[in-house]
């Protein structure tokens, strides 16, 4: 293995817990959207809770890895369940397609007032140490730049990174290895001196396209454990407990 002078995380599911963050945010605002339906409130409850599936995530905080937020290339499928949703209670495809894209974009759900109050224990150490052995750090993230830099401020990690790439950006995103090959290219180093930090297949296959030289998953997104174990060289629990791996951190 080349000696590792980089890494590149991924953002949501990896630096905090992706069903305590965004299940009841994407709750609130999906009742908020069904408000003015004319489903029974049990008939709006299975909605959200369908919805959220589809999604990937439910207002417990509870994951499921075949959701569209873990599996971006899945666009097909995602779309025919969204259309069954609609059949099943009666909604408009428009409407239900206005909600999708404002989840995906994240936009309009408040996100500065919702994290402001909340934690995020392990990511200010973990970036703290690895910017002191003197890692380049980079976000690449399939979320929007305005989130990330409201996120990563909240984090008080902002100091440390040094290249982002979002879905505002013209690089293909992920698994699409491009944003690995605009690193390099940026910091002066091969593919195989990156190491790779995430918590969806997605994100391990970004990492083996790119020809990355280490892949490490955490369990704090999709939760996909048999999926991450197949693809990973390595799997934690939590974003804190990479500081014991021995490539990253001997």
């Known amino acids: 293995m080349a000696s590792l002078k980089g890494i590149i995380f991924d953002k949501d599911g990896t630096l905090f817990n992706y069903g305590e963050v965004w299940g009841p945010v994407f709750s609130q605002a999906i009742a908020k959207g069904l408000s003015g339906s004319s489903l029974t409130e049990a008939r709006k409850e299975a909605c959200i809770d369908d919805f959220l599936k589809i999604l990937g995530v439910d207002g417990k905080g509870n994951t499921y890895p075949d959701g569209i937020i873990f599996r971006h290339n899945r ?43 909340m934690e995020f224990p392990g990511v200010k150490e973990v970036f703290e140490e690895a910017y002191k052995r003197g890692y380049i750090l980079g976000i690449v993230t ?7 830099r409201i996120f990563l401020d909240k984090m008080g ?71 991450l174990e197949k693809h990973a060289d390595a799997v934690y629990p939590t974003l804190l407990d990479v500081l014991s791996d021995p490539i990253l951190f001997p």
Do not use: W
Not at 86 to 95: A, G
Not at 142 to 148: E, F, K, L
Not at 194 to 211: C, N, S
């Open 142 to 148: 399939n979320d929007t730049m305005g989130s990330t």
């Open 75 to 117: 666009k097909i499928t995602a779309t025919l369940r969204l259309l069954l949703l609609c059949l099943r209670y009666h909604l408009s495809p428009f409407m239900v397609g206005r909600s999708m894209f404002a989840f995906m974009r994240k936009s309009d759900l408040g996100l500065e007032k919702r994290i402001e109050n």
């Open 157 to 227: 990690i902002s100091q440390y990174i040094s290249f982002i790439r979002t879905k505002d950006n013209s690089t293909h995103q992920k698994p699409n290895p491009a944003a690995i090959r605009e690193f390099c290219d940026e910091k002066g180093l091969e593919s195989m001196e990156v190491a790779i930090v995430g918590d969806t297949v997605v994100d391990m296959e970004f990492a083996h396209l790119g020809k990355a030289g280490y892949a490490v998953a955490v369990l704090t997104g999709s939760g996909d454990v048999e999926g």
